[in-house]
Every structure is written in structure tokens, then in C-alpha cells.
């Protein structure tokens, strides 16, 4: 049995309106492989960070830093939805414009909206299938964090312009340091096994987060663990508190930046082995089925098979297409045979 068929009683046939339970559940492991901006202001703000505590065993209060949800879904939404743009597989929303982002004009028919869910502006709504949390770093932040003076150089490759006059464009910005990691877990409700594999094809394509992320934030994303059941999986913020107690018994000095991946990566899985002893939590794909799963979906995501995998899945879709157009139809008869109606009265 393939990693995939282990994962079909989780796994939806087709796309259907309401739920029913199925879960699967990912362990992401988001490493910066750069220096990072994680803020919900302007320049010059502190990066995002909650005070919490350390550790189950360890209760004292700690400052870890947050990738908070919409920092990760934005940038692998934008990823997938680049790839849909490529194989003109955005439809056009009411107005006759493509589907966009941030434009409170949704096409509801995409791939994009039918996973990730629309609301504003559109005429119907779906919530979306791709339940996130913030992620937490493993350490305190006061060890991940460093300043950065900033200044602006002239063309002539000098801080003086053509008078002579110094420039005073200095600013200085926290940035979170390379090699910082964030644990994720990311559920997924009710997808297809298709929608599964854009789903994760989309967080292990992404490589930039965050703010001016056309120069910083690079991040290297990695599937730890696949889980099955009919609930959720322990919050991220419980899976770094029993890494960081593991930590504790395992080192006898302090913990501090930069933390060894290997060597996290394993504290990790033995975390997350007794997991499917909790209550609701059915399967854990092993070592070789989760290696099989990733081969799968980076074969699907291929240049050899990427427009038949996407096309394939945007298909999937179409008998709900028919009903939405149908329903907006019969809609706008109803109404035209009401005015109809009121008139010859």
C-alpha cells in the first residue's frame, strides 16, 4: 500500500459543501535560511513575539517569536496561484476581472478560492480547508534577534551627495537572525487527495516570508510528520514547550543560537511518535511512507506533469461550477419575472 492509498480514509473522493470530519494534519519545520522581518507594523517596530512559557516541565515565562498564520498562508497562497496565472487556470469574477487577491472581487471558482475560501465581495462563501496556527520559535527570542543600520548611499556610491552634503537617511531595524526555528503544524480539512498535493506543494515551494521579502526572508520548509484522524493534532505551541524541555535533560548548558537542525529534527519525532495515542489521532505515516508521499507530490508538481496535475485538479471542480451559474441564474430570472409581474399589475 502506497503512502498515499495509507491516507484515503482521510482523503475526501470529491469536493463537497460541508464537512465531515476527515483530518490530516502536517508537522512543518520552517527554518530561515536568512535574515527575516516578522512584524505587523511599519519599519523601525519590533519583530512579533508572546510571552509564554518555556517548556510542559519548565514554567518559567519566556518571549518566543511568532510567525503568525497570515505570514505563512499569504506567500504560499500567492506561490500556488502563480502557477494557476501560468496555465490560465483564474476565472474571471463578476465584474469580468481575473480573480486577484486583496480585491474583494473573487472569482469562487478557482482552485485558489475553493481551498484557501473567499468572502468579501463575492456572493457566496467558503471557509477555508487549510487551518493554520501561529508558529513559535524554539528559543527566546532575546537569542534570535539582531539590529541592522540602515543608510542611504547616492549614485555616486557615497553617503554625500553632489554638494558635499551628508546624507541622513540612517534608520535602525530588528531582523531575526539565520538559522531560527519555527514548528508549524498545519491541518488540512476535507481535501481530495489531489488538493492535498497542491496543498503541499505550495508550503515546500515557498522559500520567501515576511516584510521586503524581495531582499530578506528566505526559509527553507520541511514536512517533519503526516498525521490522519478526525480531530486536530497538539497546538505548535505544545510541540516547542516538549522540545524545549527535551532539550533541558539533553544538554548541560544553556541553550543558545544557533541550534544544531539535525539534532532538533530528532527531538522533534520522538515528540511527535506518541502522538497517535492521543484521542482522535488514527495514523502516522512512517520514515519511508512520508519520503514515498514527498517524491509524490514533488513527481505532480514536475514541468513534466505540473499543467495536467493543476488542470486535472481545476476540473475537479466543475459540477459545483455549474450549480453556482445555475443558482445566479435562476436568481436573476426569478427576479426579472418579478419586476415583469409588478408591472402588468
Request: glycine share 6%.
Amino acid at each position: 500500500m502506497s503512502s498515499i492509498e495509507k491516507l484515503n480514509p482521510f482523503f475526501a473522493p470529491a469536493y463537497e459543501n460541508f464537512p465531515k470530519g476527515r483530518t490530516i494534519g502536517l508537522i512543518v519545520l520552517r527554518t530561515t535560511q536568512s535574515e527575516t522581518i516578522f512584524r505587523t507594523e511599519g519599519s523601525g517596530e519590533p519583530m512579533c513575539n508572546e510571552f509564554v512559557q518555556a517548556g510542559v516541565k519548565n514554567t518559567s515565562i519566556i518571549s518566543r517569536l511568532v510567525m503568525t498564520k497570515r505570514k505563512q498562508i499569504a506567500p504560499e497562497r500567492r506561490k500556488g496561484r502563480e502557477s494557476l496565472r501560468l496555465y490560465e487556470l483564474l476565472h474571471t469574477n463578476k465584474d469580468g476581472s481575473f480573480c486577484s487577491l486583496n480585491t474583494n472581487a473573487p472569482c469562487e471558482m478557482c482552485i485558489d478560492c475553493f481551498l484557501y475560501g473567499f468572502a468579501a465581495g463575492g456572493e457566496g462563501a467558503q471557509k477555508s480547508r487549510i487551518w493554520t496556527e501561529d508558529a513559535f520559535s524554539v528559543l527566546p527570542s532575546t537569542e534570535l534577534i539582531g539590529d541592522r543600520t540602515i543608510n542611504a548611499i547616492y549614485e555616486n556610491g557615497t553617503m554625500r551627495d553632489e554638494n558635499g552634503k551628508a546624507s541622513t537617511a540612517l534608520n535602525t531595524s530588528e531582523y531575526i537572525k539565520p538559522g531560527v526555528h519555527f514548528l508549524d503544524i498545519v491541518t488540512l480539512k476535507d481535501v481530495t487527495a489531489d488538493e492535498f498535493r497542491y496543498l503541499v506543494g505550495n508550503i515546500l515551494l515557498t522559500s520567501r516570508y515576511g516584510a521586503v521579502s524581495s531582499r530578506v526572508g528566505r526559509m527553507e520548509n520541511e514536512i517533519l510528520g503526516i498525521f490522519g484522524g478526525m480531530t486536530e493534532l497538539p497546538s505548535s505551541l505544545e510541540l516547542v514547550q516538549n522540545i524545549y524541555d527535551l532539550m533541558q535533560e539533553y544538554s548541560n548548558e544553556s541553550i543558545e543560537h544557533p541550534v544544531q537542525t539535525g539534532n532538533l529534527i530528532k527531538m522533534t519525532k520522538q515528540v511527535i511518535s506518541t502522538w497517535v495515542n492521543k484521542r482522535g489521532i488514527s495514523i502516522q505515516l512512517s520514515e519511508e511512507e512520508l519520503t514515498e508521499l514527498i517524491a509524490d507530490v514533488d513527481q505532480h508538481w514536475s514541468i513534466d506533469q505540473q499543467e495536467q496535475f493543476l488542470k486535472r485538479l481545476d476540473q475537479s471542480y466543475e459540477p459545483f461550477r455549474k450549480t453556482v451559474t445555475e443558482n445566479k441564474t435562476q436568481k436573476s430570472t426569478g427576479k426579472k419575472a418579478k419586476a415583469a409581474k409588478n408591472l402588468e399589475s
